[in-house]
């Protein structure tokens, strides 16, 4: 299958921005993903977008995309403790039949250092 | 947003043994999803299933089954439990909207 590509962990002070970065290679994807895993925890969906979007911006989240370089950030603004996590990128499969599936990252650990 | 439950959060079973993770949605969305997930692996789909009695396999199937009789309940069958089949499963559902996928809180289960 298609992979998605993120570097496994980073590391930020409270207070200052975090950005996570995810490579991806399908171009036919529909919608791009990033969701939030708490330790023991299933994944929560932070937010998404779609392939026609350049930014998207949800409060402290911002979504940048670059279809032209299939590169996908996620943008954490004042980044609290609680922001601590594994953060995954996903996209979409293709299109079509087969878009219902999602292609994920191996997931960046995120430690937000007070 | 659905609301997806799964039957156990910890599972501690002995090789050998059959073993049935369940997964129910409070909702009507047909695709619903398993995944396992192992330190350095990411997520990797098992199986999916797009409607009642319908399956399909996911990247790595081997080992496993599922069964889907009601719309709202997607179930694992592990047939005879291998310690390498130890990890985390996340049951996952798909919404109408942008084909995001909503998870449930993972079943950890551990082979002896």
């Known amino acids: 299958g298609e992979d998605v590509e993120q570097s496994l962990f980073l590391s930020v002070r409270e207070g200052d921005s975090s950005v996570i970065n995810c490579t991806y290679t399908?171009?036919?994807?529909?919608?791009l993903y990033w969701y939030k895993q708490e330790p023991g925890a299933g994944l929560q969906l932070l937010t998404y977008?779609?392939?026609?979007?350049d930014m998207k911006q949800d409060q402290r989240l911002t979504v940048l995309l670059n279809k032209k370089d299939k590169h996908l950030s996620l943008r954490i603004a004042d980044t609290q403790t609680g922001d601590s996590a594994i953060y995954f990128c996903?996209?979409?499969?293709?299109?079509?039949?087969?878009?219902?599936?999602?292609?994920f990252g191996k997931g960046t650990k995120l430690s937000v250092i007070p | 947003d659905v609301k997806v439950t799964q039957s156990s959060r910890y599972l501690v079973k002995r090789t050998g043994e059959k073993v049935f993770l369940e997964c129910v949605q409070d909702?009507?969305?047909?695709?619903m999803f398993w995944y396992r997930q192992d330190p350095g692996l990411g997520l990797r789909l098992i199986y999916f299933?797009?409607?009642?009695?319908?399956?399909e396999k996911g990247d790595i199937p081997e080992g496993y089954s599922v069964s889907r009789e009601k719309k709202e309940r997607f179930s694992l069958i592990l047939e005879s439990a291998s310690t390498n089949q130890t990890s985390m499963y996340l049951c996952?559902?798909?919404?109408?909207?942008?084909?995001?996928?909503?998870f449930g809180p993972g079943t950890r289960l551990t082979v002896l």
């Open positions: 909702m009507d969305h047909e695709n």
């Open positions: 977008i779609f392939s026609n979007m």
């Open positions: 996903a996209e979409t499969l293709g299109s079509g039949a087969g878009s219902y599936q999602l292609t």
């Open positions: 996952a559902v798909q919404g109408l909207a942008g084909g995001e996928q909503f």
């Open positions: 299933s797009y409607d009642v009695k319908m399956k």
């Open positions: 399908d171009s036919s994807s529909t919608y």
